[in-house]
């Protein structure tokens, strides 16, 4: 079976790493990289860290307004499929390469595998909701991480097509910290272990209005503990324009950090504070608490076990949420014990 990878941003790299491996010795597989994001922290460290296979095909197709994108995108897949003819087009999560790929197979007739199937914000004004519904809706299989994401698409009636595989971030993440824990990495910024926080702001919702960003920044430099911001270069221009000073208070800015690091940063810090999906269910695998700026959460488990409380509207209690008591111990394992690339492969094969 010659299976096709689309992928397109350092996530959905991560998200790679456990398939592509346990892919080999079962099935044909094949990669394009659709250059949504360019991102200097996928160096060769980061692909050797992981075990990433480089691409077959990288379209090159960089950023820029969502329509554009995923056109060129369209283009650039379609001409890719004709060439490969694969058994299956499988795509990752919630971007625009996401969705580019899934038009471009269904149109032509290709099998589609969705992972990450099932997941809802119920927020219609995420792009990334958009993207993640229509690609369900249109995939032939939906590999779902939780029985949370498998209830959401017997709701919308593709139960026959779906199958729990657990979650393949827990793969990734248990092997890297297997990894850390064999080498002696630092922390960001010099920080000692347990004395700090982490965050990383990046959501529209949460940067594109003046008065909203600077609630937020407020609110972590009122903090007990240093903060590091893990910020992106958007949200430095972002600041600059609007006259915020990042470094406020307890705040202390940092680049953003290729994934071993971040984890390294994110499993010895005393909290989390983020509006990032992955990130919030990062710290609760890691049982770090999480204070979540979004009024909602796609992994409502974090939530429901006490690991992730969601602050939006209120970002005055912003404090006394991230300085809580830790939350009750838990052995709940909602997103799989770290087989879900093993099962993901296998639900493939599987299909006639």
Known sequence: ???LSVVGARPQF???APIAHAMKGRAEHLIVHTGQHYDELMSDVFFKDLGIPAPDFNLGVGSGKHGKQTGAMLAGLEEIFEEVRPDWVL??????????????????HIPLAHLEAGLRS???RMPEEHNRVLTDHSSDLLLAPTEVAMGHLANEGLAERSVLVGDVMTDVLF?????LESRSEPLPLGMEAGSYYIS???RPDNTDEPVRLKQIIDSLASLDKPVVLLAHPRL??????????LEAGAIRVASPLAYPQLINAVMNSAGVITDSGGLQKEAFLLRVPCTTIRPETEWVETVELGWNILVSDDLGSLASVVQRPAPRSTSATPYGTGEAAKAVVSALLDQP
């Open 1 to 3: 079976m010659r299976i």
């Open 14 to 16: 991560v998200k790679l």
């Open 91 to 108: 795509v990752y999560g919630d971007t625009n390469s996401t969705l580019a790929a899934a038009v471009a197979a269904v149109k032509m």
């Open 122 to 124: 119920f927020n219609r």
């Open 175 to 179: 092997g890297t910290k297997a990894l």
């Open 200 to 202: 990383t702001i990046h």
């Open 236 to 245: 430095v221009g972002l600041a600059a324009r609007y006259g915020l000073d």
